[in-house]
């Protein structure tokens, strides 16, 4: 549903539920989904990039260990092949990385604002355009945004038809 709202243009959002998607349905496939839960709720904090099985210690199996190839791809700041990685390893697979080429890390101040990462996922930036939009132009704003709006989502709608 959510493709056929936005369009066709993939973005953040779209490829961390595709990676998140792939890890779930890798350890499903094996019988692992139980024991690798992966993150419950979408934070997009950076703690550690390794997951460990705590219920069976030592003695359990691993995580599925990957490693991100991107080819040719660009690896700039906040590309969509960093959301998918961020997608897999929430996912429950474990993908050493760092939070430096996720959406919401500053290089100048070497920070990164799991915030900023948090809310490129769940929209607020589409949000706040067809806010704006729809306080500058309502006839633009009902041309650009009908399909949401014949489906009844405001802007204030967005965060939760894109956690579902």
Do not use: Q, W
């Not at 499903?28 to 993150?39: M, R, S």
């Not at 500053?106 to 920070?111: A, I, Q, T, V």
Request: aromatic share 10%; proline share 3%; hydrophobic share 35%.
């Amino acid at each position: 549903m959510l493709r056929s709202l936005v369009g066709s243009e993939m973005c953040i959002r779209d490829s961390y539920c595709t990676g998140l998607l792939c890890a779930r349905r890798l350890l499903n496939k094996f019988g692992l989904d139980e024991k690798f839960p992966g993150t419950e709720e979408i934070t997009a904090e950076y703690e550690d990039a390794y997951i460990h099985n705590e219920e069976d210690g030592e003695d359990g199996p691993a995580a599925f260990h990957a490693l991100m190839d991107v080819g040719l791809k660009s690896t700039t700041l906040g590309s969509k092949l960093f959301a998918a990685l961020k997608g897999a390893f929430d996912g429950g697979l474990e993908i050493p990385h760092s939070e430096k080429k996720f959406f919401g890390y500053d290089p100048d101040g070497k920070e990164y604002d799991a915030e900023e990462h948090r809310d490129r996922i769940f929209g607020a930036h589409v949000a706040a355009y067809m806010e704006s939009m729809e306080a500058d132009d309502p006839d633009k704003y009902a041309t650009h945004f009908s399909k949401f709006i014949e489906a009844g989502i405001s802007c204030d709608d967005l965060e939760d038809l894109y956690g579902k």
